[in-house]
Nanobody, 126 residues
Framework: QVQLVESGGGLVQPGGSLRLSCAASGFIFDNYPIGWFRQAPGKEREGVACISRSASNTYYADSVRGRFTISRDNNKHTVYLQMNSLKPEDTAVYYC???????????????????WGQGTQVTVSS
């Protein structure tokens, strides 16, 4: 069974850090680009960061570039999102997703992705 499971969310003060994990099972993980997305209440889902299957290409939304870092460990079937200098506007449910295209590029468009995790809540508040 193909499954993506996010973890690492929680409550953090502004300026703090969190590391999210996306653990994959049930498919050949290193064949696929992985993206991180987020959705705040009343807002559309937006792409945050993505990483190609070999990790040779990464892309970031302007709103997080320089603060967030995406990485992957294909041996552990896990993608990470290190989030530093968090702001209240980063508050959202964060999702990871797999793109079955097997491309060595990646996209921040949600339409490109085929399989989604259930999400993990990140709240940035004092």
């Amino acid at each position: 069974q193909v499954q993506l499971v996010e973890s690492g969310g929680g409550l953090v003060q502004p300026g703090g850090s969190l590391r999210l994990s996306c653990a994959a099972s049930g498919f050949i993980f290193d064949n696929y680009p992985i993206g991180w997305f987020r959705q705040a209440p009343g807002k559309e889902r937006e792409g945050v960061a993505c990483i190609s299957r070999s990790a040779s290409n990464t892309y970031y939304a302007d709103s997080v570039r320089g603060r967030f870092t995406i990485s992957r460990d294909n041996n552990k079937h896990t993608v990470y999102l290190q989030m530093n200098s968090l702001k209240p506007e980063d508050t959202a449910v964060y999702y990871c997703a797999a793109d079955y295209s097997r491309s060595d590029y990646c996209s921040l468009s949600a339409y490109q992705y085929d399989n989604w995790g259930q999400g993990t809540q990140v709240t940035v508040s004092s």
